[in-house]
């Protein structure tokens, strides 16, 4: 007996139904994105991995699913090599080419690479599937969808206003209730240089990204282990433990930081958007989290991750002010902004919360019995004229026993059935039942169309 075949640990099959909620998500999000005036690419899965390395920290960089060259990949590798059994180096030598980590490095590639095309500042939007050689656990995957939003090209502040709107829009239009949470890259560094350990930013903000994972002990232990010495694990106590309300937290910071440059320039960011934030209608909470970090190495600015308030579950979505990004491709001085939805996460939040409408989840509207060929052409002319409207019908493709095809429209939740005898060809009328109630009555196409459509 064959075995019964599997798929990748981290990924997922998705069914009809799952893939219309899924829909309902891209939509929904896809609707925003061009509502706020941003436009669509597509990047390819595979980059090369001189684009990607070293781009996400050391941490990201062995995330990465790197891919096998095709052919004699072994030619020049000698066997000193092949017999020293180290995997990174190995990896270097016979592959060049990697699934994209996130879509953001992609982007700033497709950038210099394209920048003779572009108007800046230029707005884009991007919604496919990223990879990453993560361990799998609950809300996290090795393949998923990203649905990222960014403004390159323009330095602007209100860019980060403006992302903020674009989230607590989609949220709103979800139905999922989130807070907003907000830090600055600049703040984190000026807080590196106050407590002497400047050359450690990278290691304090990994670390302090874990404090909702590992809680306060643990990240404790991972910065004594990154060589932070325990006078300046004790300064940054009362940064990770700050409280009262955004104001009462800025002004406990802006004390910290008094007198450093790149962290006043952090505070007086974050106060311009949190005051900007604060004269438009946003439904969501904005609170300033002065232990957000977001691991990746390419933040420069302000920094934003989304929190569901009545699931447990990471971020749901994230992103933050990028100074430089092009600069690694031979573009300078190009500074962006963007937003990443996780569509994963969003999906696994709204099956909890049961928040999708019922009309997102229908497909076919009606379903016209088959009695038989001269039955099923005067169907199918009537679907054209149904179809022609905009609403989804289908014909049962086989003569089969009535209790099977009224099976099938029960199992694929088909609201509606026609049904077209010798007397309803006669007449010109359809009986139409209503699967939900049972009921059935006589109507024109014309009603039925004005019917379905309202």
């Known amino acids: 007996m064959a ?18 909620k ?19 690419i597509e990047t390819p899965a595979m980059e090369n991995l001189s684009t990607l390395m070293g781009k996400y920290g050391e941490e990201g960089d062995k995330l990465l699913f790197k891919i096998q060259n095709s052919g004699d990949y072994f030619r020049g590798i000698s066997d000193e090599e092949l017999l020293s059994r180290n995997a990174s180096g190995l990896a ?39 990879w990453r050689a993560d361990r799998p656990q609950k809300g996290r995957y090795r393949e998923f969808y990203q649905c990222d939003a960014d403004i390159i090209g323009n330095d602007s502040l209100l860019n980060e206003v403006e992302l903020i709107q674009l989230i607590d829009h989609v949220f709103g239009k979800l139905g999922i209730r989130v807070a907003i949470k907000l830090n600055n890259r600049k703040i984190l560094s000026g807080i590196a240089e106050v407590i002497g350990e400047p050359d450690k930013i990278i290691d304090i903000t990994v670390a302090i990204d874990k404090l909702d994972k590992i809680g306060l002990d643990g990240v404790t232990a991972e910065l004594r282990e990154k060589g932070i010495s325990n006078e300046a694990i004790e300064k940054l106590m009362p940064i990770l433990q700050s409280q009262g309300n955004n104001s009462q937290k800025l002004d406990t910071i802006a004390e910290v930081l008094k007198g450093n440059a790149v962290g006043e320039k952090g505070v007086e960011e974050t106060k311009f958007i ?21 691991g990746l190495n390419y933040y420069t600015g302000a920094i934003l991750e989304v929190k569901a308030l009545d699931v447990a579950i990471g971020s749901i979505s994230g992103g933050g002010r990028y100074d430089n990004l092009t600069g690694v491709f031979g573009l300078n001085g190009v500074s962006g902004v963007g937003i990443s939805f996780g569509a994963d996460r969003i999906y696994d939040v709204m099956n909890q919360l049961e928040l999708y409408p019922q009309e997102s989840m229908l497909n076919t509207q009606v379903m016209f019995v088959n009695f038989g060929d001269r039955e099923a052409m005067h169907s199918l002319s009537l679907i054209a004229q149904l179809r022609a409207a905009g609403i989804s019908a289908e014909l049962y493709p086989s003569c089969e026993k009535m209790k099977k095809q009224m099976g099938y429209a029960n199992s694929n939740n088909i609201p509606y059935v026609a049904i077209i005898g010798e007397t309803e060809m006669q007449e010109n009328t359809i009986a139409l039942k209503n699967m939900t109630s049972g009921e059935q009555n006589s109507i024109c196409i014309e009603e039925l169309i004005e019917m379905l459509k309202a």
């Open 22 to 40: 899924r829909n309902y998500i891209f939509d929904t999000i896809r609707e925003a994105f061009q509502l706020f005036g941003f436009r669509q």
């Open 92 to 130: 270097s030598k016979f592959c060049e080419k990697g699934l994209r980590y996130d879509l953001t490095v992609p982007f700033a590639r497709y950038v210099v690479m394209h920048r003779d095309e572009l108007t800046f500042p230029f707005k884009r939007y991007q919604i496919q599937p990223v």
């Open 274 to 294: 949190l005051n900007a934030t604060a004269l438009l209608t946003i439904k969501s909470e904005v609170e300033l989290d002065l232990t957000l970090a977001r």
């Open 3 to 20: 075995q019964k075949p599997s798929i990748p640990k981290g990924t997922r099959d998705f069914s009809p139904i799952e893939m219309s």
